[in-house]
């Protein structure tokens, strides 16, 4: 021990130089004793040493004793004190932070960890001999180990899983540090499997089947769920890298039952409102509501998004969470976050939709929680982050739930009856689209728009409504009324982009709408002079794109019954006043944009500003849809009204074409339930031929014993009163057989005729589709184009000529029937039994 005192002594030089110098020495030596001596405590003490230097003296011991540590842990596995010691020093070696000892020294390099870990890993048995010291119970060695293999994840993490991957047992043994009794050993190995589970598939997979969600419940559970600390985070963490973007682990959390055990986590206990929630209960909730929402991300499947609202449906997990929405004293971010863990649950479901239509605020008098959250996006002092979580939650509600879009557009045409007392959502959106904070013109433009998505008649009836800016002013419709925000100069950029896209998904396939419009005075010319603008600025150009747009759906969807803006009308003026090559610049700006790209990845608004709120997921799905028709609408316009002309046939004959391949796909359908018929129909004849031989044998056996019988006779003439005797009680035993072939007889009769009925009904129908082939093929020789629909009324005669070929070998298998069955009766005949049917035989 006096040479390590004298030795550290002598590292803590004044000099620079002669410290590095110094200490490098000292490592050396330390390194030599380990190496050669042969008694265990020398080299225990040396390895006990070269840890109390590797922080200090990183580079040092990582440069001349890595390896030899390793060989320590390898050879001398039976003393736990020298592995732990071992383990401790390379832990130091690699760690990724920064000690307080080497902050001065200015040649160490700040991921010089990461260096040693590259090199220690370059033998993939350091990792090996590592990982099975895990099993080792002993508290130094275990702990050790578990903290020395964190370090080199944060350091390589995809090189150490591969190891970890082909290691046997690896994954076993991490998972049963999970249940070990010592805090510290299962709160880093929690720490361990966050690092091992990121972004592997395979190892999330084997995680999760080595009972992972059981265990990680009940950590969560003994630590007192949401009012947990520390340790309940990360094991939400954990589970959370198991279910992110793994299909697998997400159908094994659900068959397991695990999404029940969510809710009882979710119910709140109350807190003192002087106290409210603590930071970590905050962190803990806030997982636990990432969990759901991975379950029903709009990226999964739409099948497996089904069966998990389904279940957050009936285990009572929606309701907890609309209790949370309508409680007091939920802070912002999981307020947020709980009405996006809410909108993913409601999206596409219609039962949970109605659901959430029925939840009602605890005011006086009691308010739709729809109306409450409108009221927050509506309101420019609410958080940019809440107001675009409330959108995204509108949105959800309204995902093909027609009803849901019927209501609102309900509230906002006129009625009969009296106005409600409370404030509807049509007149909180429209208040938001009339007022002066841009960010609520636009929130209220693309709530609105979301109303019409798919939805014809919506788009008729909303035409319909009549809105009043002051009460002196006379009401005008709400397409006028968008029309004129459009031309007032002070609406700003971010207003303009959201009515346009509301005009653009009510006007699109809607010619009703689109005849609205042009025939408000002065909307074409608006458009051409928005377009023809010169104007420099990048949002300016996405208006201009946006207008462009707006002008091809009123060409596209022209039903030509606005004189003056008829579909030739409209070509003409963009010929002469606009040029084709600029309105298709123009156009291709929005797809150009950049917020075009980031609003088309995913339904919900993800933003940094307030600036980058501009374009909208569905109606990038609608530009993206309907832009190429545009474009190819307008690049067709040459010499005026004969390209209009030709490019109007050939839109027409296109949707013809569309609906002859509906029909044809319809018709396709009906053969393959008829071939599946005569599938059944040749498994029936089948079970018929097999009855028929069963009788065939019986009556061979029948006429065997009547030969037998008329010989006996010949033979024994003199006892023809005995044998009378004897021929009454052979009838007799046989009579029951005789009746019983009667009876299948009969059946097989009724079978067969039943079968020619399905025959005769296949073969009209068949000659049915074939008159309707017929009719394909006329129109498909008019549409020399059409080379697609040409193969598939080839392929359908193919179906049918093969389904022909299946019918007559029906008819000659029933023909085959009738035979035999005219056979038995006439040997029923030759033993002397009426058989029905004869006389329609004879004749």
Known sequence: MNFFKSGLQSVLGTNENQETMTGAETVERLVDRVQSSTMLEDRRDACRALKALSKKYRVEVGAQAMYALAQ??????????????CLDALCNIVSPDQFEEEAENPHISVNIGEQFTEMFIKNPDHITLILSHLEEYDFRVRWSAIKLLTCLLANRTKEIQEVVLVSPMAISRLMDLLVDSREIIRNDSLLLLIQLTKGNANIQKIVAFENAFDKLFDVINEEGCADGGIVVEDCLILMLNLLKNNSSNQQFFKEGSYIQRLSPMLILT????????????????????????????????????????????????????????????????????LINSTAEIIRGDVQNQEYFNEVMAPSNPPKPAIVILLMSMVNEKQPLVLRCAVLYCFQCYLYRNEVGQNNLIHTLLPSTKEAPVTLTSGQLLCGGLFSMDALSNWFSAVSLSHALIENQNQKEQLLRSLVATSTSSKPVSLLQQCFNLLQQGQFKHQSKIGILMFLIIWLSKCEMAVRSFLSINGTISFLIAQITANEHDENEYLIQGLCAFLMGICIQFNDNGVEGNRRDDLCQLLIKRIGIETFSGKLNEVSKHESYSKAGKQPQIRIKSPADLLLDYEFCKLFKSLEPTVSKLVTSFTNGNE??????????????????????????????????????????????????????????????????LRAQLTAASSGVQNHQSNMNGFYDQHATTIHELEQ???????????????????EAENARLLTEIDQFRAIKEDESTNEKLRCEINELNSKV???????????????????????????????????????????
């Open 801 to 843: 000529e093969q389904m022909s070929k299946d019918q007559e070998d029906l008819l000659e298998l029933l023909a085959d029937q009738d035979l035999k069955i005219n056979e038995y009766r006439k040997r029923l005949k030759n033993l002397g039994q009426q058989v029905e049917g004869d006389d329609d035989e004879d004749d």
């Open 643 to 708: 390209s209009v002309n030709e490019l109007t046939i050939s839109q027409e004959a296109s949707s013809l074409v569309a609906q002859y391949k509906n029909i044809i796909r319809e018709q396709d359908h009906k053969i393959q339930t008829l071939n599946e018929q005569v599938k059944q129909l040749h498994l029936q004849n089948e079970s018929i031929s097999s009855k028929l031989t069963e009788t065939q044998t019986s009556m061979s056996q029948i006429n065997d014993q009547n030969i037998l």
């Open 744 to 762: 299948q007889i009969a059946s097989l009769t009724h079978e067969k005729s039943h079968n020619e009925t399905k025959i005769q009904f296949y």
């Open 72 to 85: 320590v842990i390898e050879s001398d596995r039976t003393d736990n004190e020298i592995v732990g010691y």
């Open 270 to 337: 109350e807190e003192p409102e002087e106290v409210g929630m603590t930071p970590q209960k905050v962190s803990n909730i806030h997982c636990m509501l990432q969990i759901i929402r991975v379950l029903v991300s709009p990226n999964n499947s739409q099948q497996s998004i089904a069966a998990c609202q389904k279940i957050m449906r009936s285990c009572g997990l929606l309701e907890t969470l609309c209790k949370m929405l309508m409680s007091s004293g939920i802070p912002p971010d999981i307020l947020t976050e």
